[in-house]
């Protein structure tokens, strides 16, 4: 179970934690959640997809994180967590509790402000994620048994040190879609179902934490992937551009890319042809099937496939060619009959769209004016 986590989810015993959070970071929520059982269980990784700014009604451009609503969803109280064979998955939440209500209604600032009468202020979000860090720390420890040197010593001191003195908390659930929302119908002309919204951002506590929306690098891009399936070298180390073409009109076949923090940087074949999929943790709210775009992982240098995103990717963007954000990924998966995996992925422009609208019935008014990348 180690080397797999090190192998297939980016878990990392050499990593240094930095203040700046850049896109394609692991993020995850910052109190232990209680098993079936009493005992504790680190929240599920998820991904910083990018950098927004958003505008409000009178004031300048604010910077904010984007990722999924799911990945910040156990900061609320109410979120419980049941067990299916060896497996820890999200159940349902206590009725009328601030979780059962983001997920029913979405969250936005006034209902955020207050929602669990919390006594004293509490970080919802934060980098690096605990079980990537709990993780780390426990290999450390271990190499340090046998392999006792200064370097490692140092690491694990300054791993400690950032958490202690809270480096490690990155800001608090500022706008979230819930579960209930979905595209509007006429992205969807054929008459099935619509797609899901599943998006959450987040405001940092401080600027020092706001990172960059970097993409990989040529030397990144060549550690797993032949020349044909790496995006066009103008976006080497460059930075994600404002949308192009749109996910509704992009071509079948193309190839897309993303960084997330399990499988890091990755190649993947879009199709154009909807999924018709439906997600366990929202199904006691009655919203049946939504109709998604799907992305297929690519073959890499070792002529293995991988999958173009696995769990603790949700919340990462997609881009295409040009390095021009297409989507939002708000899962991944990896049959076991099927090497390539399969990700699940929403059109950026029906995201922002959505923020842009987000509380209008409830509040009579948007909360974002517009919205932007950083």
């Known amino acids: 179970m180690r080397a797999i986590r090190r192998r297939d989810f980016n878990y990392d015993v050499t990593r240094t934690y930095n203040t700046m959070v850049n896109a394609g970071e692991d993020i995850g929520t910052t109190e232990y959640l209680i098993k079936p059982d009493g005992t504790l269980s680190s929240p599920a990784v ?30 609320l109280k ?20 601030p979780c ?11 209902r955020l402000a207050n929602r669990d009468n919390r006594n004293e202020p509490t970080t919802d979000i934060e980098h690096p994620a605990r079980a990537k860090h709990n ?31 809270d ?27 619509t797609g899901r919204l599943d998006w959450a951002l987040i405001q940092p506590v401080d600027t020092c934490r706001i990172g960059v929306n970097k993409l990989p690098t040529e030397t990144n891009w060549d550690s797993k992937y032949s020349i044909g399936n790496a995006p066009d070298p103008v976006t080497f180390g460059n930075t994600l551009k404002s949308q192009g073409v749109s996910l509704h009109d992009f071509v079948q076949g193309g190839n897309v890319y993303k960084v997330g923090a399990s499988t890091k940087w990755t190649a993947g074949e879009f199709s154009n042809f909807k999924t018709n999929c439906s997600v366990a943790e929202d199904g006691y709210l009655g919203m049946g099937k939504s109709g998604e775009y799907v992305v297929i992982g690519k073959v890499n240098n070792d002529e293995s496939s991988i999958p173009f995103a696995n769990k603790g990717d949700s919340g990462s963007v997609v881009w295409g060619q040009d390095g021009r954000v297409l989507g939002l990924l708000f899962e991944g998966q990896q049959p076991q009959s099927n090497d390539d995996g399969y990700s699940f992925v929403t059109p950026i422009e029906d995201v922002f769209d ?21």
């Open 100 to 110: 059962w209500k983001g997920d029913k209604n979405g969250l936005w600032p006034k």
């Open 46 to 75: 998820g991904t910083l997809g990018c950098w927004v700014q958003i505008k409000k009604k009178g004031e300048d451009w604010e910077t904010m994180a984007l990722t999924n609503y799911h990945v910040v969803r156990p900061a």
């Open 135 to 165: 993780f780390s720390v426990t290999e450390l420890l271990e190499e340090i048994k046998t392999r006792p040197t200064s370097a490692r010593q140092n690491r694990l001191s300054d791993w400690i040190a950032f958490f202690d003195q």
């Open 167 to 193: 480096k490690h908390l990155l800001g608090n659930i500022w706008l979230a879609s819930g579960y209930k929302h979905r595209t509007k119908p006429e992205s969807r002309s054929d008459g099935e179902p």
């Open 354 to 374: 959505h923020i842009k609208g987000f509380g209008m019935l409830e509040l009579g008014g948007a909360v974002v004016e517009d919205i932007r990348l950083a």
């Open 78 to 97: 109410g979120f419980r967590l049941k067990k299916e064979g060896e497996s820890l998955l999200p159940s349902i939440p206590d009725g009328e509790s």
